[in-house]
């Protein structure tokens, strides 16, 4: 079975801290994803990742960055954490090709005071 | 534009009322479309993948059937235990990325 793991399930943290959000994956997948879910919105792309320190902006990368130094760890970090990044966090992964589902983690929901 | 288009956003059936959720797309290519269901607090847990127009899949209570233009999910004589958000996505050809819809939230009452 496919496991996708995040560093913690509930974050609260003050405004203006920085905020690291980690992803592990056991299955030795390329590609790598964050995303944030908001009641209304739906599941919207941050980054990702196709491999190992390669990076690409999703539809709202403003306020974050990521990090990928091994294959199997995504980080997500928000360098000056503000109420608007109050959300639910969920990290992807899959296996690279044409034709391959995407495996989610639990997800940490993050609440900024 | 919206690629992926949900309905209905809710829906609440009784145990045993069997119904369909729909989920329309417009993509320019289907590399595969893909729905996923989620329980409250939780990550969206994989259910199928439909590449091509006539395809189905079934998994216990649930089927999913798609077009060239919407792909249904079958709930057949639901349980309670089927309560959920179900959440569809595509992916297009030449994408990385899946696009979501914002999901139809299932209640099965008792």
């Known amino acids: 079975d496919v496991k996708v793991t995040q560093s913690s399930r509930y974050l609260v943290k003050r405004t203006g801290e920085k905020v690291f959000l980690e992803c592990v994956q056991d299955m030795d997948h390329e590609n790598m994803f964050w995303y944030r879910q908001d009641p209304g919105l739906g599941l919207r792309l941050i980054y990702f990742s196709y491999d190992v320190k390669m990076k690409e902006k999703g539809d709202i990368p403003e306020g974050y960055s990521v990090s990928r130094e091994k294959k199997e760890r995504f980080s997500l970090i928000l360098e000056s954490a503000s109420t608007n990044q109050t959300s639910m966090y969920l990290c992807?992964?899959?296996?690279?090709?044409?034709?391959?589902?995407?495996?989610f983690g639990p997800g940490t929901r993050l609440l900024v005071l | 534009e919206d690629q992926v288009t949900q309905s209905p956003e809710a829906l609440r059936l009784q145990e045993g009322e069997s119904s369909s959720l729909n989920c329309s797309y417009t993509?320019?290519?289907?590399?595969?479309l893909f729905w996923y269901r989620q329980d409250p607090g939780k990550g969206p847990e994989f259910l199928f993948t439909?590449?091509?127009a006539g395809e189905e899949k079934e998994k216990e209570r649930l089927k999913a059937t798609l077009t060239k233009k919407e792909s249904f999910l079958h709930i057949t004589a639901p349980k309670p235990e089927d309560s959920a958000t179900y959440l569809c996505?595509?992916?297009?050809?030449?994408?990385?990325?899946?696009?979501f819809g914002t999901g139809t939230r299932l209640t099965v009452i008792p």
């Open positions: 993509v320019s290519g289907l590399r595969g």
């Open positions: 439909l590449y091509s």
């Open positions: 996505a595509v992916r297009e050809t030449g994408a990385n990325n899946l696009f």
């Open positions: 992807a992964s899959r296996r690279g090709g044409l034709q391959e589902t995407q495996y």
